[in-house]
C-alpha cells in the first residue's frame, strides 16, 4: 500500500478548513462589530484565514479527485464510487455521487464565491464573510471525520476501505488493495451526472450570497442597503438553480423512464420549493428597489429560501425520505449533524430578525392596484403559495416522524398518483403566475390607471386571443383547462413581447431581462400543457384483449416478434435485432457477433465485423465492453405514408448496484414532438416462464438441409477444435464442432456451433441456446464412420420484447422556452450588477 | 375592509384548501382486508398494500402467472397480516418481480380481485454496502 500519504493530506486539509473558518468567523465578526473596513486588522486577519480555508478547501477537492483519478482503490470513496471501466468524464461525476464528494462541490462553491465577495465587496466584506465562514464550518463539519469519544463528526472521504469494511482480508494482509471498484452506478452514467449536480450545488451555494447580504444588514441595522448588492446573485442564483432543474428534469425525460421530466419526486421537490420562494423574493426585492415597499416581505423571503435549501440538504441526505423517494442519498448517521445545522440557522435567522423587526421601516401607504407593487406582490404571493402546496406533501416523512417522536404514529403516504395529485393545484398557480406576469410588466413600465390600462391591454387581450384561438382550432384542443393554460401563455406572451419591442425601440436593450424571462417561463408552460396534456400511448394494442380487462386497460403495450412488422401510429414497427456498444467500434454491434469470455467486459468476434464498409475486428479479435450491462434492441419504424425509416435503440440495463433492471427510452426527434420509445420487458429464454418444445432429435449427413422453427438450416460439416472457451485441450481430451448455418429473413445467416467434448474422461455435450433462431441444440452423438451427426433440437416462441411508445407532442416549445428563460435571467443579472459596481465605485455601497 | 385583508383571507382560504386536499389525497399502507373495506365503501382509487410474494415451504416463489402474451401478469401477495390475496397486474411482469423482497401493491377491488395499477419492488441489493 503505496498511497497513504496523499490520504492523510486530504484529511488534514479538511480539518485546516475547518479550523480557519471557525477563526475566519470570529475575526470577521469581530471585524464587523468594530465597524472595520478595508485593510484594518480585524478585516485583515479575516480575510487571511477565509483564504487559506477556501485554499484548504480546494486542496482537499484536488486531493479526493487525484485519489479517484487514479484508481486508489485502498480508498474507500474511490471502491465504492468508482471503477477501471469508467470514462474520463464519469471520474468527475463519481466525485459527486458519495455525499462526502457532494458536500466537497458546495463548499468549494461557496469558498469560490466567497473570494469574489470579498473582491468586489467593501463595508459588507466584514458582516457577510462572518455568515459565510459560518457556513462553511457547518459545511466542513459534515467531511471532517473526526471522532471524540463515542461521537462522529462528519464523514470523511478520505477513509481507507480497511477502515472502513469489515473484511478478513485485512487481518492476514492489512495492505491488500481491491483489484477493482465498484463502481460508478452505471444508471448514472451519463454526461448530465457530470454537469446537473455541480450545477445544482452553484445554485445552493448563490442562495448563500443574499442570505449572508440580508442577516448582515439586520445584524448592522442597516435595513435597506443589502438590497442592491444581493439583488444580482438572487437572479443569478435563480437562473443556475432553475437551469440546473431543468436539467434534472431533462435527464429523467432522456434516461431514467419516469415517463416524463417531472415525476414530483420528493427528490425534485426539495429544490423545487426554494427555487419557487427565491423567485418570489427576487420579485420583491425588484419592487423595493423601485419603490422602497415590500422590504419586510424581501427579508423573510430570502430567509426562507436559505433554509428551504438547509431544509432540502436535511431531506435528502438524512435518510428520512428513505421510502418515500427513488434517489435519496443513503444516511451516513450525519442527521443529527444536518438537523443542527438547519436548527442553527433557522433560529439564529428568527432571533436576528425578531430583535430589530420594529425598527424595519415600512410603508404606510396601501399600495394601489393600478400600481406595479401591488401586482408584483400579488406574483409573489402566488410563487410562494405554489411552493406551500408542494412543501406539504413532500413534508409528511418530516411529520411523520415529529409525531412518532412524541409517542404518536402516523403514517402518511405520498399521494398514489404523484403527478396528477401536484399537477391539479399546480396549473392553476401557473395560469395565475403568466396572467401576472402579462399585466405587471404593464404596471412595471408606466404609470397606470383605470383608462390607460383598459387602451394598454386590449391590443395584447385581442391578439392573445386570437392567436390561442387559431391554435386550439388547428390543434382541436377541447379540454377547457388546457385552452385556459394556453390563452394564459399566449397572453404572457404578447404582452411581454409588445414590452420587448417598445423596450428594443428606445434602445434600452439592457433592461430586457424580464420581459424576455417572462415570454421564456410562457412558452415552457404552453410546451409542458402540449406535451404533457396530450401525451398519448401511441403503442395501442389492438390484437390480444384479455377477458378481465377494457379494451383501454389493456391497450399500452405491444409485443414485437423479431423480424416480423406490426403496425402502429402511422409506422410499421420491426424489432430486428438485440445490441451491445463496443468501445471503438461507432454505433452498435449485434450480440450473437461476439462470444462471451470469463470477463464480461471482454467477449472475442465470432466473425470479422464490418460496419459501413470499414473493418473493425478479425475473427476471434477480443473487443472491450465498457458497459456489458446495456442491451440496446434494434426497432425500426417505417412511415406508412412515405416509407421513411429510422431506428431507434432503447436500453435496457442490468443494473447490480440497484439489483434491478433499469430501462431507458430512445428518443425520436421530430418538429412536432418526440417519439419516445422505451422496452418494457425483453425476453429472457432463461427464465421459467419460457416453454420448450419437446427436444427432437435428427440424423444428419453433411449437407443435409432441415428446419429449425420454420427455418431452413444446413448442417455443413464437422470440425475438430484444439482450444474449447480459449482453452488448450490435453492430450486425452477431445472436441468436435457441428457447423450449422441457418437462413433466416432478409438472407442473414445465423451459425450455430454445438460442441462435443471429451475432457478428462468426461463427455460434455453443452446446449447452445440462440435468441435470433429460438432454439436450443446440441450435438448429442457423433457416427465417425459416416461422418453423421444426432442433433437435439428445442424451439421456443420467437425472440420478443414488448414495447411502448408515447407521444410527447410540441415539447421542443419547452425546450426552447428554457433557454429564452435563460437568456433573460442573464440580462438581469448582469443589468443589476451593473448597478450594483457603479453605486459601490461611488461609496455608496 | 383594506385590500391588504382581503388579500390575507383569500391566502388563507388557499393554504386551507391546499392542507385539506393534501390530507384527502394522502395515502397510507393498508392491508388487504382494510383495502377490501375500502373498496366495498366506494373507496375504489389508489390503496397501497405492501406485502411478499407467496412462497412454498421450500422457499420458492409460487404463484406469478404470466399471461400467455406476457402483458400482464397475475401473483399471489401475502400481507403483513399473512392474508393471500391473488392480485392482477395489467403490466408486462416486472423483471425484477420474483427477485424482490417487499413488493407494495396500488390499486383497488375488483371483483373481489386486487387489480394493481402499479407496483413498487423493494430488492434487496438496494442501496446495500457491495462487499469485496
Known amino acids: 500500500m503505496a498511497h497513504i500519504g496523499i490520504g492523510n493530506a486530504g484529511h488534514l486539509l479538511v480539518i485546516i478548513s475547518f479550523i480557519t473558518s471557525i477563526v475566519a468567523a470570529i475575526a470577521y465578526g469581530k471585524a464587523a462589530v468594530n465597524n472595520e473596513l478595508g485593510n484594518q486588522p480585524w478585516v485583515k486577519f479575516g480575510r487571511f484565514t477565509f483564504i487559506t480555508h477556501g485554499l484548504a478547501v480546494l486542496g482537499s477537492a484536488a486531493i479526493l479527485f487525484i485519489i479517484i483519478y487514479n484508481n486508489y482503490f485502498e480508498y474507500h470513496y474511490a471502491w465504492s464510487h468508482s471503477s477501471k471501466n469508467l470514462a474520463v468524464h464519469y471520474m468527475i461525476a463519481c466525485f459527486w455521487e458519495g455525499q462526502e464528494g457532494s458536500f466537497l462541490i458546495w463548499s468549494v462553491f461557496n469558498a469560490l464565491l466567497g473570494f469574489i465577495l470579498i473582491k468586489t465587496n467593501k463595508k459588507w466584506e466584514a458582516p457577510v464573510m462572518t455568515i459565510f465562514a459560518l457556513v462553511q464550518a457547518f459545511l466542513a463539519s459534515m467531511i471532517l471525520g473526526v471522532v471524540i469519544g463515542d461521537m462522529k463528526i462528519g464523514s470523511s472521504p478520505f477513509m481507507l476501505l480497511r477502515d472502513v469494511v469489515d473484511n478478513p482480508i485485512f487481518l492476514i494482509n492489512p495492505n491488500f488493495v481491491p483489484e477493482d471498484g465498484t463502481g460508478l452506478n452505471p444508471l448514472l452514467q451519463n454526461y448530465w451526472m457530470v454537469i446537473h449536480p455541480p450545477m445544482t450545488f452553484l445554485g445552493f451555494a448563490c442562495t448563500l450570497i443574499p442570505f449572508s447580504f440580508c442577516i448582515a444588514g439586520?445584524?448592522?441595522?442597516?435595513?435597506?442597503?443589502?438590497?442592491?448588492?444581493?439583488?444580482?446573485?438572487?437572479?443569478?442564483?435563480?437562473?443556475?438553480?432553475?437551469?440546473?432543474?431543468?436539467?434534472?428534469?431533462?435527464?429523467?425525460?432522456?434516461?431514467?423512464?419516469?415517463?416524463?421530466?417531472?415525476?414530483?419526486?420528493?427528490?425534485?421537490?426539495?429544490?423545487?420549493?426554494?427555487?419557487?420562494?427565491?423567485?418570489?423574493s427576487m420579485h420583491t426585492m425588484i419592487v423595493f428597489k423601485k419603490s422602497e415597499t415590500a422590504l419586510k416581505t424581501s427579508i423573510v423571503l430570502v430567509i426562507a429560501t436559505f433554509l428551504l435549501i438547509l431544509y432540502a440538504t436535511f431531506l435528502v441526505r438524512s435518510g428520512i425520505l428513505g421510502n418515500a423517494s427513488v434517489h435519496s442519498f443513503t444516511d451516513l448517521g450525519l442527521s443529527g449533524q444536518l438537523l443542527i445545522y438547519l436548527l442553527f440557522f433557522l433560529i439564529a435567522s428568527i432571533v436576528i430578525a425578531a430583535r430589530v423587526w420594529k425598527d424595519i421601516p415600512t410603508s404606510e401607504k396601501e399600495a394601489s392596484a393600478y400600481s406595479r407593487e401591488f401586482w408584483i406582490f400579488i406574483g409573489a404571493l402566488t410563487l410562494c403559495l405554489m411552493a406551500f402546496q408542494v412543501f406539504v406533501p413532500t413534508s409528511f416523512p418530516v411529520f411523520n416522524k415529529i409525531v412518532e417522536l412524541f409517542g404518536g404514529l402516523s403514517s402518511l403516504a405520498q399521494p398514489a398518483d404523484q403527478v396528477q395529485f401536484y399537477s391539479k393545484w399546480q396549473v392553476w398557480f401557473a395560469i395565475g403566475i403568466a396572467l401576472l406576469s402579462g399585466t405587471g410588466q404593464f404596471f412595471f413600465w408606466k404609470k397606470m390607471d383605470k383608462d390607460k390600462l383598459k387602451t394598454a391591454l386590449a391590443f395584447p387581450v385581442i391578439i392573445s386571443l386570437l392567436l390561442s384561438a387559431i391554435i386550439f382550432v388547428i390543434a382541436k384542443m377541447s379540454n377547457p383547462l388546457y385552452i385556459l393554460v394556453l390563452v394564459a401563455g399566449m397572453y404572457s406572451i404578447v404582452s411581454n413581447g409588445k414590452i420587448l419591442i417598445d423596450l428594443f425601440k428606445s434602445g434600452s436593450y439592457k433592461l430586457t431581462g424580464g420581459s424576455v424571462a417572462h415570454?421564456?417561463?410562457?412558452?415552457?408552460?404552453?410546451?409542458?400543457?402540449?406535451?404533457?396534456?396530450?401525451?398519448?400511448?401511441?403503442?395501442?394494442?389492438?390484437?390480444?384483449?384479455?377477458?378481465?380487462?377494457?379494451?383501454?386497460?389493456?391497450s399500452n403495450m405491444i409485443v414485437l416478434f423479431r423480424n416480423d412488422p406490426k403496425p402502429m401510429a402511422g409506422y410499421y414497427l420491426q424489432y430486428k435485432s438485440e445490441n451491445i456498444k463496443a468501445e471503438n467500434i461507432p454505433g452498435h454491434i449485434e450480440k450473437s457477433w461476439v462470444r462471451p469470455t470469463e470477463d464480461p467486459h471482454y467477449k472475442v468476434a465470432k466473425h470479422s465485423i464490418v460496419i459501413d464498409g470499414q473493418a473493425y475486428a478479425e475473427e476471434g479479435d477480443t473487443l472491450y465492453f465498457r458497459n456489458p450491462e446495456n442491451t440496446y434492441h434494434e426497432v425500426q419504424y417505417t412511415s406508412m405514408d412515405s416509407s421513411k425509416t429510422f431506428t431507434l435503440f432503447p436500453r435496457v440495463q442490468q443494473n447490480e448496484d440497484m439489483g434491478s433492471t433499469v430501462v431507458s427510452p430512445d428518443i425520436k426527434k421530430l418538429w412536432g414532438g418526440d417519439l419516445y420509445t422505451f422496452v418494457a420487458l425483453q425476453n429472457d429464454f432463461e427464465d421459467e416462464f419460457t416453454e420448450w418444445s419437446q427436444p427432437e432429435t435428427k440424423n444428419l449427413k453433411p449437407g443435409d438441409r432441415f428446419f429449425i422453427n420454420d427455418y431452413v438450416a444446413e448442417f455443413t460439416g464437422l470440425v475438430r477444435l484444439t482450444k474449447v472457451n480459449g482453452i488448450?485441450?490435453?492430450?486425452?481430451?477431445?472436441?468436435?464442432?457441428?457447423?450449422?448455418?441457418?437462413?433466416?429473413?432478409?438472407?442473414?445467416?445465423?451459425?450455430?456451433?454445438?460442441?462435443?467434448?471429451?475432457?478428462?474422461?468426461?463427455?460434455?455435450?453443452?446446449?447452445?441456446?440462440?435468441?435470433?433462431?429460438?432454439?436450443?441444440?446440441?450435438?448429442?452423438?457423433?457416427?465417425?464412420?459416416?461422418?453423421?451427426?444426432?442433433?437435439?433440437?428445442?424451439?421456443?416462441?420467437?425472440?420478443?420484447?414488448?414495447?411502448?411508445?408515447?407521444?410527447?407532442?410540441?415539447?421542443?416549445?419547452?425546450?426552447?422556452?428554457?433557454?429564452?428563460?435563460?437568456?433573460?435571467?442573464?440580462?438581469?443579472?448582469?443589468?443589476?450588477?451593473?448597478?450594483?459596481?457603479?453605486?459601490?465605485?461611488?461609496?455608496?455601497? | 375592509m383594506k385590500k391588504?385583508?382581503?388579500?390575507?383571507?383569500?391566502?388563507?382560504?388557499?393554504?386551507?384548501?391546499?392542507?385539506?386536499?393534501?390530507?384527502?389525497?394522502?395515502?397510507?399502507?393498508?392491508?388487504f382486508d382494510e383495502a377490501y373495506a375500502m373498496s366495498t365503501n366506494g373507496d375504489a382509487g389508489s390503496i397501497h398494500v405492501v406485502g411478499e410474494l407467496k412462497k412454498s415451504s421450500n422457499g420458492e416463489i409460487v404463484g406469478v402467472n404470466p399471461s400467455s402474451d406476457r402483458l400482464s401478469v397475475e401473483f399471489i401477495l401475502v400481507d403483513d397480516n399473512h392474508k393471500e390475496q391473488k392480485v392482477f397486474l395489467n403490466q408486462p411482469m416486472p423483471s425484477d418481480l420474483l427477485k424482490s423482497d417487499k413488493v407494495v401493491v396500488i390499486g383497488g377491488y375488483h371483483n373481489d380481485k386486487f387489480v394493481a395499477d402499479k407496483v413498487l419492488l423493494k430488492c434487496p441489493s438496494k442501496y446495500e454496502e457491495t462487499s469485496l
Open chain 2, 4 to 31: 391588504s385583508n382581503i388579500i390575507g383571507l383569500i391566502v388563507i382560504a388557499i393554504a386551507v384548501a391546499v392542507i385539506l386536499s393534501t390530507r384527502q389525497s394522502a395515502s397510507s399502507y393498508v392491508t
Open chain 1, 218 to 280: 439586520l445584524w448592522r441595522k442597516d435595513y435597506t442597503d443589502w438590497i442592491r448588492p444581493a439583488l444580482p446573485w438572487t437572479i443569478f442564483g435563480g437562473v443556475i438553480l432553475g437551469t440546473a432543474i431543468i436539467m434534472g428534469g431533462y435527464w429523467a425525460y432522456e434516461t431514467l423512464n419516469f415517463g416524463g421530466y417531472w415525476n414530483w419526486d420528493p427528490v425534485e421537490n426539495a429544490v423545487y420549493i426554494p427555487w419557487l420562494v427565491l423567485i418570489a
Open chain 1, 519 to 554: 415570454i421564456g417561463i410562457a412558452m415552457m408552460l404552453i410546451g409542458i400543457m402540449a406535451s404533457e396534456g396530450y401525451s398519448r400511448i401511441v403503442s395501442k394494442n389492438t390484437t390480444t384483449i384479455s377477458r378481465d380487462f377494457t379494451e383501454e386497460q389493456n
Open chain 1, 728 to 845: 488448450e485441450l490435453g492430450g486425452q481430451d477431445a472436441a468436435v464442432q457441428a457447423n450449422i448455418t441457418v437462413f433466416t429473413e432478409e438472407g442473414k445467416q445465423v451459425k450455430l456451433e454445438p460442441k462435443f467434448i471429451i475432457k478428462d474422461k468426461a463427455v460434455g455435450k453443452p446446449v447452445e441456446m440462440n435468441q435470433e433462431v429460438a432454439t436450443r441444440v446440441a450435438l448429442d452423438n457423433i457416427y465417425p464412420e459416416n461422418g453423421s451427426i444426432d442433433l437435439t433440437i428445442e424451439t421456443t416462441q420467437k425472440d420478443w420484447i414488448i414495447l411502448q411508445a408515447i407521444e410527447k407532442p410540441q415539447i421542443n416549445i419547452l425546450w426552447i422556452g428554457t433557454i429564452i428563460m435563460i437568456v433573460g435571467f442573464i440580462i438581469a443579472t448582469r443589468r443589476r450588477y451593473v448597478e450594483f459596481m457603479k453605486m459601490r465605485d461611488k461609496g455608496l455601497a
